[in-house]
């Protein structure tokens, strides 16, 4: 089984409707992110949370919200989808062992939304 | 903010043949620096990283040194294989542990 698992893999929704995607995690990190991948654009950072009551925003929040339900879950939601979110989210999960800044991130396999 | 920039590809090479990929970032203080990889179909995987001034990352062939006076973090492949082909990231970790990432290099290596 993955490390990091994203639900649901590919999904399509229409304009308007509220879609949440999951992110759960094995690896016992305290850091979690979300991502969204456009082409030429590299990753954007929507949210990050680095403990159950410690969420922050990223460069791209407007639009969506996030939930850290415990330390091995992290949820992303489009309240009302438009089709500039179609895009590939990824989440991905950091340690915070000794307060460093040079662990390395690990990623899920990511979730490819189409919002028609 | 804290930033990087990376070269626009597709960057196109022959197997065997010398890589370069250019990473400049901007940020405050002394982040850390990485290097991702995504294969086809699949998420990012770490393939190198340096932590302060000075430090050469190195993994399966790539390099990259960490040039504070440059800001950059290049990098380098003495010999590509077909299997290199992927899309690069290079990134950055912040003092707020912000993971940052550039827009990508797709490479293409031809037999």
């Known amino acids: 089984d993955a490390d990091v698992t994203q639900t649901p893999r590919n999904r399509i929704t229409k304009t308007g409707k509220r879609i949440m995607l999951e992110c759960s995690q094995t690896k016992g990190h305290d850091r979690m992110y979300w991502y969204r991948q456009d082409p030429g654009l590299g990753l954007r950072l929507i949210y990050y949370s680095f403990d159950v009551k410690d969420i922050n925003k990223g460069e791209i929040s407007d639009g969506y919200s996030v939930s850290r339900q415990a330390q091995a879950k992290f949820s992303l939601s489009l309240e009302s989808a438009i089709p500039n979110q179609t895009a590939l989210y990824f989440c991905?999960?950091?340690?915070?062992?000794?307060?460093?800044?040079?662990?390395?991130?690990?990623f899920g396999q990511g979730t490819r939304l189409t919002v028609v | 903010g804290n930033s990087v920039t990376q070269m626009e590809g597709p960057v196109t090479l022959s197997e065997e043949a010398f890589l370069t990929i250019n990473c400049t970032y901007t940020?405050?203080?002394?982040?850390?620096l990485f290097w991702y990889v995504q294969y086809p179909g699949e998420g990012l995987q770490l393939l190198l990283k340096a932590t302060k001034a000075d430090d050469k990352g190195s993994n399966k062939g790539f390099e990259a040194t960490y040039r504070k006076e440059t800001t950059s973090f290049h990098l380098e492949k003495g010999s590509v294989q077909v299997s290199d082909s992927a899309v690069y990231f290079c990134?950055?970790?912040?003092?707020?542990?912000?993971?940052?990432f550039g827009s990508g290099t797709r490479l293409l290596v031809r037999p």
């Open positions: 991905a999960t950091s340690p915070a062992a000794g307060g460093g800044r040079n662990t390395e991130a690990f």
């Open positions: 990134a950055l970790m912040d003092s707020s542990y912000k993971l940052i």
């Open positions: 940020a405050t203080g002394y982040p850390s």
